[in-house]
Nanobody
Framework: QVQLVESGGGLVQAGGSLRLSCAVS????????MGWFRQIPGKEREFVAA????????SYGNSVKGRFTISGDNAKNTVYLQMNSLKPEDTAVYYC???????????????????WGQGTQVTVSS
């Protein structure tokens, strides 16, 4: 079992920054790839970013490349999502997720992720 708890969401003006945190617990959490997804009402969850603990390799969704950075701190069992140059269209509930990998590549599909946090709201005002 892996438990995920997100924090750091809030209200920010366009052009601003936020850092989301995902505290990870569980005996074998280091085996999992960690991802961030976001969702707005009536839409499917959108892939934002992912990281593999063992190699620190990363992957990003096209809409956030160059603005968002995913990172992990093994000592703190925490995954971060640094979000810069925020836009109103970044407004969503952001979810942290864990995937027990089955391939060499990080997955951008929500269906592949086994565990999810409760989500944290990010609102970007124009």
């Amino acid at each position: 079992q892996v438990q995920l708890v997100e924090s750091g969401g809030g209200l920010v003006q366009a052009g601003g920054s936020l850092r989301l945190s995902c505290a990870v617990s569980g005996r074998t959490f280091s085996r999992y790839d960690m991802g961030w997804f976001r969702q707005i009402p009536g839409k499917e969850r959108e892939f934002v970013a992912a990281i593999r603990w063992t190699t620190s390799s990363t992957s990003y969704g096209n809409s956030v490349k160059g603005r968002f950075t995913i990172s992990g701190d093994n000592a703190k069992n925490t995954v971060y999502l640094q979000m810069n140059s925020l836009k109103p269209e970044d407004t969503a509930v952001y979810y942290c997720a864990a995937d027990l990998p089955s391939s060499l590549f990080l997955s951008g599909s929500a269906n592949d992720y086994d565990y999810w946090g409760q989500g944290t709201q990010v609102t970007v005002s124009s």
